[in-house]
């Protein structure tokens, strides 16, 4: 066992850590918030025999890639295997009473600053070697647990307390097995958590799960193959291949091919940390400016609770304070034209070439005058050969992620009142229903429905009224609607 990683994976690891921490700690970084009080990360093994009141995640994970593995190779083809993961600690504040003896407490405070009890986490990361690609591995690992304990004394060097921090041992089983499909060799590797105790309730049970847990594959006289975007040789193996709770993707440098990460989230082939991010927030989902922001707002009480309830926590508030407003700045992101040339990139793959910045001339990227072709209110689209414009009549034909409100919409008429363009090259009509007695309120303040080009079904022009049509659902519910009774 051992926390690094061999030449070749050191790229991966800043992704692999945002797949290990993510969840780990979430805004507002205090363990007085509700949602701090339970683990809220992905890749969580639960131990295969807790109790139902534990509500203990699955115990197992196992994916399946694909290898091309050339026939003139020099040597045999081999794949290192190595699995990192989180171990729960937990840290406990005990305070020394006036006889001596310590108390298990949430706080206390030393030398004027808060000391909280919290459940930390060690990183860990097995390393199960070179296997070679033939026939199949079976190999059980298991981690000790601990105690530690670090005095507390105050500002006069009296002991007021002691820090205990507990591990508790866990045993994880790694499988491999191999086999040939359409000349491609599917790997196939799978984690159980093999605690031999029974855990009984949450805290129980995550204490000897295991956290965050994801793979890195590393192959040497092979190359793998990507499942997001097969070669044509490779689709039929690549749809064969099962993957439960952990998904490969190609990891490292674009255009590179020897190394997959199997996550417990989906990702894209070659992951990478935006180069704007300033470290990590261990919340992907959020925009790192929004989060940076809101610590920045924080009481100075919030903040020294936060930087007491975990030393990655304070790290985050130390960060977010001391940035200047050029950092802040940098977190704005960079906005690039879906519409110009692209670089070329020098693996030669043009899905890897990356975008052009976008020009704004000086404005800022939010502002209007960034792009001053821009006009929704005369932009207009080409919907089956008929251009669509503010004032259109239009029927919507809901199809893109359509929900219920969507789906209601369905058949009815609406008359456009802008044509818009994202960043992204995407285009979106704002919609108004003809039928809606608040239609001309909606427009005033600008309250609009969006849709796809390809959802919405031109109408010639004229009273809106020639093309006014009641839901079938209405009319059967509202009879004196229905011009047939």
């Given amino acids: 066992m051992t926390g690094t990683v061999p030449v070749g994976l050191d790229q991966v690891r800043e992704v692999a850590d945002a797949v290990l921490y993510e969840g780990y700690l979430l805004y507002p970084y205090r363990a007085s918030a509700h949602k701090n009080r339970s683990r809220w990360q992905f890749g969580v093994l639960?131990?295969?025999?807790?109790?139902?009141?534990?509500?203990a995640e699955e115990p197992g994970m196992a994916m399946q890639c694909l290898l091309a593995v050339p026939?003139?190779?020099?040597?045999?083809?081999?794949?290192?295997?190595?699995?990192?993961?989180?171990?729960?600690?937990?840290?406990?504040?005990?305070?020394?009473?006036?006889?001596?003896?310590?108390?298990?407490?949430?706080?206390?405070?030393?030398?004027?600053?808060?000391?909280?009890?919290?459940?930390?986490?060690v990183e860990l990361e097995v390393d199960l070697g070179a296997l070679p690609l033939t026939g199949g591995t079976d190999q059980l690992h298991t981690v000790p647990g601990g105690e530690e304990t670090e005095p507390l004394d105050d500002e006069h060097g009296t002991r007021v307390g002691s820090l205990v921090r507990r591990r508790e041992p866990l045993a994880v089983r790694v499988r491999t097995r191999t086999a040939w499909d359409d000349g491609f060799l599917r790997l196939s590797v799978s984690v159980e958590n093999e605690h031999a105790g029974t855990a009984a309730g949450k805290d129980a049970a995550i204490r000897v799960s295991l956290i965050g847990t994801h793979l890195l594959l590393q192959a040497r006289g092979a190359r793998f193959v990507s499942l997001r975007e097969p070669p044509d040789a490779a689709a039929r193996a690549a749809a064969r291949c099962v993957q439960r709770r952990c998904w490969p993707v190609l990891a490292g440098a674009k255009g590179s091919t020897d190394i997959v990460m199997g996550a417990p989230i989906i990702l894209y082939d070659h992951p990478e940390i935006a180069e704007q991010s300033a470290g990590a927030l261990f919340d992907s989902t959020e925009i790192d400016e929004i989060l940076t922001l809101r610590v920045m707002t924080m009481t100075d009480r919030e903040k020294a609770e936060a930087r007491a309830t975990d030393p990655r926590a304070r790290e985050i508030i130390d960060r977010c304070d001391a940035m200047s407003p050029g950092d802040l700045q940098r977190l704005h992101g960079l906005l690039r034209d879906p519409h110009g040339p692209a670089p070329a990139?020098?693996?030669?793959?043009?899905?890897?070439?990356?975008?052009?910045?976008?020009?704004t001339g000086g404005a800022p990227w939010w502002d209007p005058a960034a792009d001053a072709a821009v006009s929704p209110g005369s932009d207009s689209v080409l919907i089956d050969g008929v251009r669509v414009a503010q004032g259109s009549l239009v029927r919507v034909r809901p199809a893109r992620r359509a929900d219920a409100q969507d789906l209601f919409f369905d058949g009815q008429v609406a008359r456009v009142t802008a044509v818009l363009s994202d960043v992204d090259?995407?285009?979106?009509?704002?919609?108004?229903?003809?039928?809606?007695?608040?239609?001309?309120?909606?427009?005033?303040?600008?309250?609009?429905?969006?849709?796809?080009?390809?959802e919405l079904e031109p109408l010639p022009d004229g009273d809106p009224g020639e093309h006014h049509t009641e839901p079938p659902e209405f009319r059967k519910e509202n009879p004196s609607c229905d011009p047939s009774v």
Avoid: K
């Fill in 46 to 55: 639960g131990p295969p025999s807790a109790t139902p009141d534990s509500f």
């Fill in 345 to 359: 990139d020098p693996t030669g793959d043009a899905r890897n070439a990356a975008p052009a910045a976008f020009d």
């Fill in 425 to 454: 090259g995407g285009v979106h009509v704002a919609l108004v229903l003809v039928d809606d007695p608040a239609a001309d309120l909606h427009d005033w303040y600008g309250r609009y429905f969006y849709f796809a080009p390809d």
């Fill in 71 to 121: 026939a003139e190779a020099s040597g045999p083809a081999e794949v290192t295997v190595r699995l990192r993961f989180l171990q729960h600690q937990v840290r406990e504040v005990r305070r020394r009473s006036e006889d001596g003896r310590e108390i298990p407490v949430g706080e206390l405070v030393v030398a004027g600053a808060p000391v909280l009890s919290w459940d930390e986490a």
